[in-house]
């Protein structure tokens, strides 16, 4: 039976429709099937980049230096060594090639205890506030009591403690650079190497004081110990006088007299144990002094006979 013509036309759009609408179906599905091509290209190149890491060859204790200077100005890295690893396999914060320049400074320090094969990362390195400046100095103690277990590279203050009880931190978070049985070597600014005068002469005028070292147990992550101890007021003023003493220390003495809780350690238990010594004060300072004296000699008798030693082995040798 023939069909009527309304209803083939009908049919015919209705396939027509059919049609167009599986192209576009087709072509939405080809579309969506290249940009997940796309993505998935993108995040393969993204994970296969490689990116040059600086990585640990031995293990590092919190506080020690990560690079020292060199004599013409550059950086000379401490046990570090790079390797190219996948960029999706490291850290955002780790220190790469494009940022070693601006993440490690001659100042920085390790924050914490790390092992061979760790990946350096920014938040493992924290700068010293043990920093160079014109006026440092190296200095060499043997009257300091030293803990039994200090070893080079440890930071320690430098405290002094009176008969009485009282307890006085003299010189804060210092770092080690050598030391022997009853000699340590410090870096010190010239404020500082004045305030420990004055702490090592008062440690001796009172009889039973003891100036004593103490060792900051992550040194990385803790900060300095504020300074207790106020120097005598002759001390002082020479410290404000002296033109090799930064403002920024004249400004810190300031407030330590104008603190009147640390002012009070001065004036009312210091000065009365250094009178209460009377006449015996300034033997007492003359006996320690010649005791250190000799102590520094024989350090470095003993330091030359070494030295002797070692030129003599390797002129053998040659």
């Known amino acids: 039976m023939a069909s ?11 396939l027509l429709g059919v049609f167009i609408t599986m192209i576009i179906a087709a072509l939405v599905i080809a ?6 091509y796309q993505q998935k290209t993108e995040k393969e190149e993204i994970e296969n980049a490689k990116v040059t890491v600086y990585v640990l060859l031995k293990d590092v204790t919190s506080g020690s230096n990560v690079a020292t200077k060199t004599e013409k100005g550059g950086l000379l890295t401490n046990g570090l060594t790079t390797v190219e690893v996948t960029k ?7 220190i790469t090639a494009s940022n ?43 009257m300091i009591i030293l803990p039994t277990y200090l070893k080079k590279d440890d930071y320690v203050d430098i405290r002094l403690r009176l008969p009485s009880g009282e307890d006085y931190i003299v010189v804060s978070k210092k770092k080690i650079l050598d030391t022997n049985e009853i000699t340590m070597w410090i870096n ?5 190497i004045l305030t420990l005068s ?3 002469v008062e440690a001796y005028q009172i009889e039973g004081s003891i100036l004593y070292a103490t060792t900051y147990v992550e040194p990385g992550m803790q900060e300095a110990a504020s300074i207790t101890y106020v120097p005598t007021l002759s001390v002082a003023q020479l410290i404000n006088n002296d ?18 809780a640390l002012y009070s350690g001065r004036t009312q238990v210091i000065n009365p144990a250094v009178a209460g010594a009377g006449e015996d004060a300034q033997g007492n300072v003359s006996t320690g002094t010649g005791a250190s004296i000799e102590a520094q000699r024989e350090s470095r008798s003993e330091y030359l006979k070494q030295l002797e030693a070692q030129q003599v082995t390797t002129t053998t040798n040659k």
């Open 243 to 260: 033109p090799n003493v930064v403002q920024t220390a004249k400004d810190e003495l300031a407030k330590r007299y104008a603190n009147a």
């Open 198 to 200: 004055n702490a090592i």
């Open 31 to 36: 579309f969506l099937l290249w940009m997940m």
């Open 188 to 192: 010190l600014n010239e404020d500082e």
């Open 100 to 142: 070693y320049s601006s993440a490690i400074t001659e100042n920085s320090i390790y924050k914490i205890d790390l092992k061979a094969g760790t990946i350096l990362s920014t938040d493992m390195l924290i700068e010293s506030q043990d920093k160079t400046g014109n006026d440092t100095r190296e200095q060499e103690f043997n």
């Open 4 to 14: 009527n013509p309304m209803q083939r036309k009908a049919r015919n759009s209705f």
């Open 88 to 94: 999706s396999a490291v850290p955002d914060t780790a």
